[in-house]
């Protein structure tokens, strides 16, 4: 049995974000169907305290029920090496490696070694500025389709991307048919870390929030019910009554999609996704598609959702849109209610085609392995 340590970022820091979680737990469950034995390495960003027994039994708890040995190993944020963690990694096949900052000398002791890159374009610009420099890595995956493609804007820093697609794991994400749905939804952060990229001339915004000004008026062109889960601050009570002013129903994205589990029971009574990108998915033109709305697909849920760039797989007309202005978003949102069955069964037709995890995750093995 191949022993695979998955290298993840703010998993216990962050129990509150039922979708950051799913994220991981998407590979994670593909590997254990491909036979592998999977072991976690979760790590801090933000907090210098150490959790506490309550915060880490409730974490350990969350992924014992989705399947993760109960060996969950945190490493602080002061780069303590907690015991245990150096023959942990010298003992797996493959360190499976989303944490772009995680210690070299911990990512040598893994027999082999892969980078997954989740925010492409971002994480070549950062690596260019020498905002983060990545260990050595015997392979690095991306999930932007045009990373290290001759036309593309993104900056490959002297590294062979190997292409992937965000994965969600249709056995624990099966298709809800449900007409009487009533709302599109949109489970969103609202603001995130390094708000400011681009060069020393040209910096611009990357928030969510910045980028969502752009589609602001669309319930107002639209008779279909528009509702965000928002993970806000409570400095962001101005933000929500504007929102609220121009149509948008809005929750806190804590009390609706807080657990796994609440996020999928989210996803799945919704009637479809709105969902936009931060401007930096428009200038690279990354044609990024985000893991959320892989779970809409897998839960043949129509998306409406920015468009990021041309893409080879991507439609543009049936079970996904992307849209440019609010008037395309409120045409689009028009088709789907026209003709919604078929347009649902788009949806998971394409989950299926293009973004099965156990597809993805045994190409991943190949290819790292």
Not at 226 to 254: C, I, K, N, P, Y
Not at 317 to 335: I, K, N, Q, Y
Request: aromatic share 10%; net charge negative.
């Amino acid at each position: 049995m191949r022993r695979v340590v998955v290298s993840t970022v703010r998993l216990l820091e962050f129990l509150q974000g039922g979708g950051h979680f799913w994220v991981y737990m998407q590979y994670v469950h593909a590997l254990r169907r491909l036979g592998c034995e999977v072991l976690l390495l979760d790590s801090f960003t933000w907090s210098s305290e150490a959790p506490g027994e309550d915060r880490l039994a409730q974490f350990r708890e969350r992924l014992v029920r989705y399947g993760v040995a109960d060996v969950a190993i945190v490493a602080a944020a002061d780069e303590r090496v907690p015991a245990g963690v150096e023959e942990l990694l010298e003992s797996a096949d493959l360190l499976l490696n989303f944490n772009y900052q995680l210690d070299p000398a911990l990512v040598s002791r893994a027999r082999r070694s892969a980078l997954v890159d989740i925010d492409p374009g971002l994480l070549q610009i950062w690596i260019s500025q020498g905002l983060i420099s990545p260990a050595p890595h015997d392979v690095y995956f991306t999930t932007g389709e045009t990373v290290g493609t001759c036309a593309s804007r993104v900056p490959d820093c002297g590294m062979c991307w190997v292409r992937i697609r965000p994965p969600v794991a249709l056995e624990l994400w099966p298709c809800v048919y449900e007409p009487s749905a009533e709302a599109f939804t949109a489970v969103s952060t609202w603001w995130g870390e390094r708000d400011y990229v681009g060069d020393a001339c040209n910096y611009y915004d990357n928030t969510k929030r910045t980028a969502f000004f752009r589609f602001v008026e669309l319930p107002r062109l639209t008779e279909q019910r528009l509702e965000l889960a928002l993970f806000l601050a409570d400095t962001d009570g101005e933000d929500r009554s504007m929102l609220e002013q121009h149509g948008w129903r809005v929750r806190h994205s804590e009390e609706v999609a807080g657990s796994p589990e609440r996020y999928r029971s989210y996803i799945q009574r919704s009637r479809g996704e709105f969902g936009w990108a931060k401007a930096s998915c428009a200038r690279l033109q990354n044609a990024w598609v985000s893991d959320r709305s892989v779970c809409y697909l897998a839960s043949g849920k129509p998306v409406v959702v920015q468009h990021t760039g041309p893409s080879a797989f991507l439609p543009d007309d049936e079970g996904m849109f992307r849209v440019h202005t609010p008037g395309e978003a409120a045409r689009a949102l028009d088709a789907v209610n026209a003709d919604y069955a078929r347009h649902c069964r788009a949806a998971r037709c394409l989950a299926e085609q293009h973004f099965d995890a156990n597809a993805v995750v045994r190409e991943m093995l190949e290819v790292a392995l």
